[in-house]
């Protein structure tokens, strides 16, 4: 992965997502599913679908790398609900948060997303610990720095990212008498006065504590678009399609540009074939 990519229109450096191929479903079903309506199975070039009106070889037809009847509908008849029975599935990571909002948009997938909800302790524990540092900001963002909790990779334009977070936090802590218990688990609170004015002990020592359940529900606010997002996604290739000629375009923003060239990267031929231009075969 290229770790310092600049936007064309920003001039902000930005790190780019990791696309794991996790699961392919195969061709085969799709091509039952098109053999079916037609009751043509006598007409497959796929041997182990021919024969499967007397014998269903699952495995084999699973494993089928090529069909010229799904090909034909594709390409010529343009019958793409029969693709809909080929599934993909995803392992993103290193996406943003803007990224999930332009994502969502592609109404037929399965998403599902690392929870900010579950997952920011570390970034409250940074600044519960700051608030016994002499410099609290200074503490904060060395702690953030290590965390890896942005697309971006400028550093100066992270310090602001990073500043924000902080002032919303403290904003937060100085209007509400329920921050610290809202923040920490209950077995973590004597922590504070053990460590009183050791803010790297304290860090420590609530990092190494409970984590609090639901952490994140008071403090989701904090985050920006350029959060780190992971995700599993799973598409069947008629949806994919769309995505790929709606997000591998020039047109595109260019995270979610990204992100297609990458998904696009790791999908076999055998479904390009059926759904993008630059690799059909008819």
Not at 153 to 178: G, P
Not at 188 to 209: R, V
Request: hydrophobic residues 40%; proline residues 1%; glycine residues 4%.
């Amino acid at each position: 992965m290229d770790s310092g990519k600049t936007s064309e229109k920003y001039h902000i450096l930005y790190k780019k997502p990791e696309v794991t191929l996790l699961q392919e479903s195969g061709l085969g079903v799709a091509e039952i599913a098109a053999r079916t309506c037609y009751d043509s199975f006598e007409n497959s070039e796929n041997a182990c679908i021919k024969e499967a009106p007397e014998h269903l070889d699952t495995d084999a037809i699973n494993a089928i790398e090529g069909s010229k009847l799904l090909e034909n509908l594709a390409w010529v008849h343009h019958h793409h609900s029969i693709i809909e029975h080929a599934t993909l599935s995803y392992l993103i990571r290193g996406t943003s948060r803007g990224v999930l909002q332009e994502h969502a948009r592609h109404r037929i997938q399965a998403i599902s997303v690392r929870s900010t909800r579950y997952t920011m302790s570390s970034v409250i524990n940074a600044f519960v610990a700051s608030l016994e540092a002499e410099n609290g900001f200074e503490f904060f963002l060395e702690k953030l720095l290590t965390l890896d909790l942005f697309v971006i990779a400028d550093d100066a334009y992270l310090a602001i990212e990073i500043r924000a977070i902080y002032d919303k936090f403290r904003f937060q802590y100085e209007r509400d008498s329920d921050f610290i218990t809202n923040a920490v688990a209950k077995s973590s609170l004597p922590l504070l006065e053990t460590h009183k004015g050791d803010a790297q002990a304290l860090y420590e020592a609530l990092e190494c504590g409970k984590k609090k359940r639901n952490v994140g529900d008071a403090f989701k606010h904090i985050v920006s678009d350029n959060w780190k997002v992971d995700m599993v996604v799973t598409f069947n290739i008629r949806s994919l399609k769309n995505y790929f000629d709606l997000r591998d375009s020039g047109a595109a923003w260019f995270q979610i540009r990204w992100l297609a060239e990458e998904m696009k990267a790791v999908t076999p031929l055998k479904y390009l074939q059926l759904i993008d231009k630059k690799h059909k075969t008819l």
